[in-house]
């Protein structure tokens, strides 16, 4: 069975850092693209940054660009987002999500609150 | 940036009706690249359809999606109880950024 599970949200004040993990099991992690998508309360779903299977090919949306970093270990099976420079509309939940046809597959996500 | 608009935003209908979504795009997308997705409250979103029109493996084949270039559509045939429901597409072409439309809130009437 394919699990995908964050950690590392909490609360964070604006200009302050936080970094994501996303634990993956269940499929061949090395050979899959991975991505991070949020959601603010309330509101839509907004695709944040994709990362190839071997990194190869890295892309970021414009909204965090210069600010946030994804990378991957490919030995671990594990996904990172690491924010930097956080502002109050980086409040959201972020999961991670992967896929052979699509975004098959979705973590339970994790809260990442921005406030002084 | 490919913008995606989906219409209506909310749609109201009770179970056993049909329902019908539409997803515009600002520019073509190739049909193998866009996919709609189901969002119920608290959960992660889950896969429907990809392709445009194949259905993700468990789906049942009351939802169907069509359509091509700027214009897609996803059908549910005969609303069941647990089909209310906030639903995105989403392109996922070569080209990055990965946009969502706005999603469609289907709530019972």
């Known amino acids: ?116 | 940036e490919i913008v995606l608009t989906q219409s209506p935003g909310t749609l109201s209908l009770s179970p056993g009706e049909r329902a019908t979504l539409s997803c515009r795009a600002s520019q073509s997308v190739s049909s193998s690249y866009l996919a709609w997705y189901q969002q119920k409250p608290g959960q992660a979103p889950r896969l429907l359809i990809y392709g445009a029109s194949s259905r993700a493996t468990g789906i049942p084949d009351r939802f169907s999606g069509s359509g091509s270039g700027t214009d897609f559509t996803l059908t549910i045939s005969r609303l069941e109880p647990e089909d209310f429901a906030v639903y995105y597409c989403q392109q996922y072409g070569s080209s990055p950024p990965f946009t969502f439309g706005q999603g469609t809130r289907l709530e019972i009437k």
């Open chain 1, 1 to 116: 069975e394919v699990q995908l599970v964050e950690s590392g949200g909490g609360l964070v004040k604006p200009g302050g850092s936080l970094r994501l993990s996303c634990a993956a099991s269940g499929f061949t992690f090395s050979s899959y693209s991975m991505n991070w998508v949020r959601q603010a309360p309330g509101k839509g779903l907004e695709w944040v940054s994709s990362i190839s299977s071997s990194s190869s090919y890295i892309y970021y949306a414009d909204s965090v660009k210069g600010r946030f970093t994804i990378s991957r270990d490919n030995a671990k099976n594990s996904l990172y987002l690491q924010m930097n420079s956080l502002r109050a509309e980086d409040t959201a939940v972020y999961y991670c999500a992967s896929g052979v046809r699509a975004l098959d597959y979705w973590g339970q996500g994790t809260l990442v609150t921005v406030s002084s």
